[in-house]
């Protein structure tokens, strides 16, 4: 029973309505122009797996050919996509849970716009033969500061926030958020500075690069889809997190292990021994974080059984959980210096495990954090709770085929390229099926999302329905009158939270 008088929960509701308001222009933004940038990833990753299938596919067209098509596919899926979905989630999450308005939304909707302005650039760069050739930081050598500097502007603002706040608790949800949007840059800029500034030997190159790509999904993707799932799980079923402990390992482990990862892709290469199995062995542990992170949160999203199965946002949350503990499996076995990894360093195993990572562990949280976000921003409903499941069924069938299949043929392609009794044609051909059962996935993974950037500008332009209770995809016990997705910001004194 709460304790809070009539008049506590109506100041108390009326903040809340104040920070949604603050935030309504840069979040939709944010998560409209991203829903956008998927949608031509998507397109431009199909065209990269046909022509991978078929490579006289569009050969009259030189900025269609696969190594360009497949690195645009890359950069406007993590750059397009990814940050600023990203962005969108975690300046409203900070602004919710520190109680404050934001008092710069209008610098960070200009920073978005410049964004997206340089990610267009570097895309129409790398379509026009001007990319770099380094996997994930494809975009020419010039747009990087540019990014960090509009980074920069996004981002203060939501550390100042957190900074300023009111005594008190630091919920763990927090502490992923603000370490995401710690890292970030780190990462960003020592990779930038290493490669394109210092420069030096080729290969130690390509291990910061390929230290890189595993710093960005395991310190800035993972980080982001955690802090939201910690938020969503409690807050909606009205349960504490289940397992402070397990919430602080999953923390800490992922703190430690995550920026050792990456460089196992250089294994026989003639870098310092020791790199590679260190990178392995990182790559192994971060099985240890996602199993912490996935085992507390899943526990407490089954906690509440009615909610679980009506809710929209607690639906996707906990799948893009389940894909984080698929990944963390996945890295282990993958990644084992002396059997697996031979197998999969130089074959399409890696393009799975990115999928895996962005659009099934990462972009699923997101998507259950904008399904619960829009309505609070807009003041409206979803509606349509068909497109939702419709959203919901392709995205998981489509997004799970692709980074089964990548693994698997990729695993297959290993084993060829191992074998020195067959030709590397055989060991191309071996993933030849997987590659189009990929490009079917894929297909339906874009008409997915089409719904759902349908049904986002529905939102942007507040036709959605008027209610007092959240768009549910089955029945369930309304426990409070915001409904079983209820709008307090922490699921009472039980809630994990970190001094």
């Known amino acids: 029973m709460s304790t809070e008088s009539p008049s506590s929960a109506e100041q108390d509701a009326i903040l809340r309505t104040a920070i949604d308001r603050s935030m309504r222009h840069p979040v939709m933004f944010f998560f409209t122009s991203g829903a956008l940038w998927l949608a031509l990833s998507l397109i431009l990753g199909i065209i990269a797996v046909a022509k991978m299938v078929s490579p006289e596919l569009l050969d009259g067209c030189a900025a269609l050919t696969q190594g360009r098509v497949f690195a645009a596919h890359i950069s406007t899926l993590v750059y397009g996509w990814g940050c600023q979905a990203a962005f969108g989630v975690l300046i409203w999450l900070v602004a919710r849970l520190t109680r404050q308005e934001n008092r710069a939304s209008g610098i960070i909707l200009a920073a978005g716009h410049a964004w997206n302005l340089i990610v267009s650039v570097g895309t129409i760069a790398i379509l026009a033969g001007y990319g770099t050739g380094v996997p994930w930081m494809e975009f020419p050598d010039m747009v990087w500061p540019a990014l960090l500097t509009t980074y920069a502007l996004i981002a203060i603002w939501t550390m100042i926030q957190f900074r300023v706040r009111a005594a008190g608790e630091v919920y763990v949800s927090q502490w992923f958020a603000v370490a995401a949007l710690i890292w970030f840059p780190w990462i960003v800029a020592t990779a930038y500075v290493l490669i394109f500034l210092v420069g030096g030997n080729p290969l130690m190159s390509a291990a910061v690069a390929t230290w890189f790509r595993s710093g960005l999904t395991y310190l800035f993707f993972v980080p982001s889809a955690a802090a939201v799932a910690y938020y969503l799980a409690p807050k909606i079923t009205g349960r504490p997190v289940h397992s402070y402990s397990l919430s602080l390992i999953g923390f800490w ?9 990456g460089m196992q892709k250089m294994a026989g290469a ?28 899943l526990r407490t999203m089954l906690s509440a059984p009615e909610k679980f199965s009506a809710s929209p946002s607690l639906r996707f949350a906990s799948a893009g959980v389940i894909c984080m503990l698929l ?14 990894l031979p197998i999969s360093q130089f ?27 829009v309505p609070r921003v807009t003041r409206r409903e979803w509606l ?13 069938y489509g997004v799970i085929t692709v980074a089964v299949l990548s693994v698997l043929g990729g695993l297959l392609h290993g084993q060829g390229q191992e074998d020195f009794k067959f030709s590397w044609d055989s060991a191309v051909a071996s993933a030849y099926p997987y590659l189009i059962a990929t490009l079917i996935a894929w297909c339906f993974v874009l008409v997915s999302n089409l719904f759902f950037c349908l049904h986002l500008f529905f939102m942007w332009m507040r036709l959605g329905r008027r209610s007092l ?12 009158p915001h409904g079983p997705e209820g709008d307090i910001d922490n699921a009472g004194p039980g809630s994990v939270i970190v001094h």
Request: hydrophobic share 55%.
């Open 384 to 396: 349509s709770k068909r497109l939702i499941k419709w959203h919901f069924l392709f995205s998981m």
């Open 327 to 340: 990944l963390g499996v996945a890295s282990v076995l993958t990644n084992l210096p002396d059997s697996t």
């Open 347 to 373: 074959s399409i195993t890696s393009y799975g495990m990115d999928i895996l990572a962005i659009y099934g562990c990462f972009s699923f949280v997101m998507f259950g954090a904008m399904y619960f976000i």
């Open 270 to 297: 003639p870098i310092p021994f020791f790199l590679p199995y260190l990178g392995a062995a990182a790559a192994v542990f971060i099985g240890v974080p996602t199993a912490a992170i996935a085992i507390s949160t």
């Open 469 to 480: 209770h959240p768009t549910l995809l089955g029945h369930a016990h309304l426990g409070n």
């Open 253 to 261: 482990t992922l703190a430690i292990v995550g920026p050792w990862a």
